[in-house]
């Protein structure tokens, strides 16, 4: 941990430090928090320089919706500058950066099932929505072009295929074969999505599960991970949630039998979501909410099979065939949500 200490003084005094603590569920990054004596805890977080080339711009993003957040709401944490005033540390390693500590907030990987922690969600994701609609998406940076794009995937997953070793490519054979399957539908409703009918939002663009914190009462206290925070869709944003928030077992999961899309979960977030932005969604954006569940859960499973194809370049693996079981789990849920399309959208239309 010298390492992170040598970095948090440049945040903090030293003196004040009485506990570092690894948060380990991202992908990408590594991220601490650090404890201190005044009870004003610090999450320091290592960007990862290869995932985010501009880290000017993930840093002004950053700072520009943690700003606006904070003149609305005290729910959300705040950007911290260095003690010299920079926005980030630049090190060998990567940059560092760090915002301030939700106190007494915890992260649920998977809701079992309990439906009140699900209908939070989507009021959160929601609220988040809401209290962003007056930024002007022309001052954020799009430091991830294309990030929820099928083309691109697509066009990355086939680059990988053609260049991945016959080992990877014979195991992970089914998976491509159901990726090249879905092929065609998902490239046609990404097309709906970015022909630049839907109009562009301040969206978190990764608001995963693990990306919401909570209080002690099991409420969903507000949204955390912010490096994704550009303008986008409420669409994919709607989806991106419900891949983790509506499934039966968490993205790592082997058994695929444990693998379900819960309506239950799905009705509930929904509820608290449409409750919160019914007002600021136009037509076309509700008329494309139902598929982005399916959408994003393929995109994930794609992006899964391909970091498998190109040897594990991208995201943290625990074992060989990590990636692999994930594409797996993510494929396995897209079965099942295309297997409750129709009432899936029924949900939306009684909601709204």
């Known amino acids: 941990?010298?390492?992170?200490?040598?970095?948090a003084k440049h945040f903090c005094s030293i003196d004040l430090i009485e506990e570092v603590e690894p948060i380990g569920i991202g992908h990408i990054n590594r991220?601490?928090?650090?404890?201190l004596k005044d009870g004003d805890d610090i999450i320091l977080q290592l960007?990862?320089?290869?995932?985010?080339?501009?880290?000017?711009?993930?840093?002004?993003?950053?700072?520009?919706?943690?700003?606006?957040?904070?003149?609305?709401?005290?729910?959300?944490p705040q950007y911290v500058n260095t003690l010299s005033g920079e926005r980030y540390v630049e090190t060998d390693d990567g940059y560092w950066r760090a915002i301030t500590a939700i106190p007494d907030s915890k992260v649920w990987l998977n809701l079992n099932g309990n439906s009140y922690r699900a209908q939070s969600c989507g009021t959160t994701l929601g609220e988040f929505h809401n209290l962003l609609r007056d930024i002007d998406t022309g001052v954020l940076k799009d430091i991830l072009p294309e990030f929820h794009s099928a083309k691109r995937r697509f066009r990355e997953f086939h680059e990988a295929l053609q260049n991945a070793d016959n080992k990877r490519q014979k195991t992970a054979y089914s998976q491509i074969n159901f990726a090249k399957d879905f092929e065609n539908k998902i490239l046609d409703y990404s097309n709906d999505i970015f022909s630049g009918v839907l109009p562009q939002r301040v969206v978190h663009n990764d608001p995963k599960l693990s990306n919401i914190l909570f209080d002690s009462d099991d409420e969903a206290i507000c949204l955390i991970d912010y490096d994704t925070v550009m303008a986008g869709s409420v669409v994919t944003d709607f989806g991106d949630a419900l891949r983790t928030v509506a499934a039966s077992a968490n993205e790592d999961e082997k058994s695929v039998d444990k693998i379900s899309f819960d309506m239950n979960l799905y009705k509930q977030f929904v509820k608290g979501y449409i409750n919160e932005v019914k007002s600021m969604l136009t037509d076309k954006e509700i008329d494309k909410l139902y598929y982005s569940p399916l959408y994003i859960t393929f995109i994930m499973g794609l992006r899964f099979l391909t970091d498998y194809l190109n040897n594990d370049v991208y995201y943290s693996i625990n074992y060989d065939d990590h990636n692999l079981v994930r594409a797996i789990n993510q494929f396995t849920l897209v079965k099942d949500i295309n297997g409750k399309l129709k009432e899936i959208k029924s949900v939306i239309i009684s909601d709204l």
């Open 47 to 76: 960007i990862n320089g290869n995932v985010f080339s501009d880290i000017q711009g993930l840093s002004q993003n950053v700072e520009t919706v943690l700003n606006h957040l904070s003149e609305v709401t005290d729910k959300y």
């Open 1 to 7: 941990m010298n390492d992170v200490i040598d970095i």
């Open 31 to 35: 991220t601490y928090r650090l404890f």
